[in-house]
């Protein structure tokens, strides 16, 4: 049961991105990889991963109804007590607005939406629309607005990339967004460049890329893991089950997280 409001927990959050350490959150899908999460002194927020609870519904990542992830990560709330939780929300949906104001009624303290690259004055209005609502529910909603510049860049050069993903950034920002959330496969160079551009910037950890505490030393605001977390869990569970069809047995080491 938490003790502080969606608005402590915003606070609370927006207090996390702007401190001087890099906020590390360890990305979760349902209530128990919530709670297991929740168990470690090292938590402070909780993020969840959209890719990952479209997975667990059987959706493709980007289609799952808005209904539903607002359904899952509302009980990831209610179990999270006053730590806060970021969702997830693909890319708003149709209405930002809209979608910002639900999020709240759940208890969201902050959000991921990306811009897919829609044209740069579509995307910097969709950004105001979910700031804007969030301001008129009293909320000081911790919006991680994402481009897509790197991810959804095609084969055009590094530096258009990093040109777009600077632009978008900084007029996320001015429109009131938290941090940016710049997804992709970042060098120590090109990760500086975009904390010198936009400011609060938000990575995520994939294979081979610099560690948080390097990401933290070149000034990155937040670290995330996206839906790598349960494809950790889900290798570690084929794997089991492939032993186990081979005559294995469950190992002892195994915890009761559930």
Known sequence: MSTLSVDGRARRLRDLHAAPEILRVVNVWDVISAKAVLALPETRAIATAGHSIAASFGYDDGSIPLETTLDMVGRIVAAAGDVPVSAD????????????????GVGIAGANMEDRLRPFD????????????AEAEGVPFALNARTDAFVRGGDRPLEESIADAVARGRAFIDAGA?????????????????????????????????RAAEYEKLGVARISYGPL?????????????????RDGVIPDSTRALN
């Open 178 to 210: 938290d941090v940016v959330f710049v997804p992709g496969q970042l060098d120590a160079e090109t990760t500086a460049r975009l904390v010198e551009g936009i400011g609060r910037v938000s990575v995520i950890g994939l294979p081979g890329a610099l």
């Open 229 to 245: 977390t349960q494809r950790v869990a889900l290798t570690a569970y084929q794997d089991l089950a492939a032993d186990l069809y």
């Open 122 to 133: 579509e995307s910097v209005a969709r950004v105001a629309a979910a700031v804007r609502a």
């Open 89 to 104: 929300l693909d890319d708003g949906y149709a209405d930002t607005g809209d979608t910002v104001r639900r999020a709240i």
